[in-house]
């Protein structure tokens, strides 16, 4: 029986075949309308459109001002305020595909088959990022024994009690991770421990970052060297602490941007 028209193809050995909004189809098709994901996707390519549009009427606003039109300073000036406006939310936009993609990769789904996906994967498996992110864990540990500086008045990101308590386990993680190897749900979790702002390493409280390392070094380890007994309790504790996180900050980062936006249409109108 043959499928419907509306019934999206999934093709296990590639990503699914492209429509008018590229990636925000694909992942639509194979995640849900509900994902956050394919929120973030469908946005990217609004935002993308819209800094294509807005070039656009840039190159005719420097026309106009060229030929000494009475609007086109006026014209040029907004769309380049506007266009700002656009860069910033398209930054926004991808760290929180990042983020999402990196939430993908630590529930164990590294292999859908989407560009976004296969992009993080690829910069979590580099010996480079894996390098860089034992330094920066090892840095922070060794911060919690240093001493500070006579006359030292700038006030460190994390607090120095809550990662002297954590050394033990953050020198264990840097070991894991210096040592090669490890799964990418564990390196996932290690470099949203480190890019997330409301994480455990930069709250006050030693227990939820002791839990995060030890959810980061269990993941680590490769499947033939643990066992599968405590991962439905790992998984669940994580989701629980950062359910509803991502569209929080989604939606506050479409607030702050729709503001900007604004201003610069008012700043325009009145100049």
Known sequence: MPLPSHTPHLHPQGPVAPHRAGAGRSAEALLGTGHPLVAVLYACAGTAEGIAAVAAVQLGA?????????????????????????????????????????????????????????????????????????????????????????????????????????????RGVVARLRAGGGELRGVAMLDRLLTFGASPLYGERVGPLREELARGGYLLTPYSKRGENNMADIERDYYKEYEGAGERDMLIGFSVVGFMILAALITTLLA
């Open 62 to 170: 420097l026309a106009l001002w060229w030929v000494n039109a009475s609007y086109g300073r006026a014209l040029t000036l907004g769309a380049g305020v506007v266009q700002v406006a656009l860069g910033l939310r398209w930054a926004s936009l991808r760290v929180q595909r990042r983020e999402q993609c990196l939430e993908l990769v630590i529930a164990g789904r590294e292999q859908l088959p989407l560009a976004a996906v296969a992009r993080e994967c690829r910069r979590l498996g580099s010996p480079r990022r894996q390098t860089d992110l034992a330094t920066c864990l090892e840095n922070l540990a060794d911060s919690a024994t240093r001493k500070p500086c006579r006359g030292e008045r700038q006030r460190p990101i994390c607090s120095r009690r809550v990662l002297t308590a954590a050394e033990p386990e953050l």
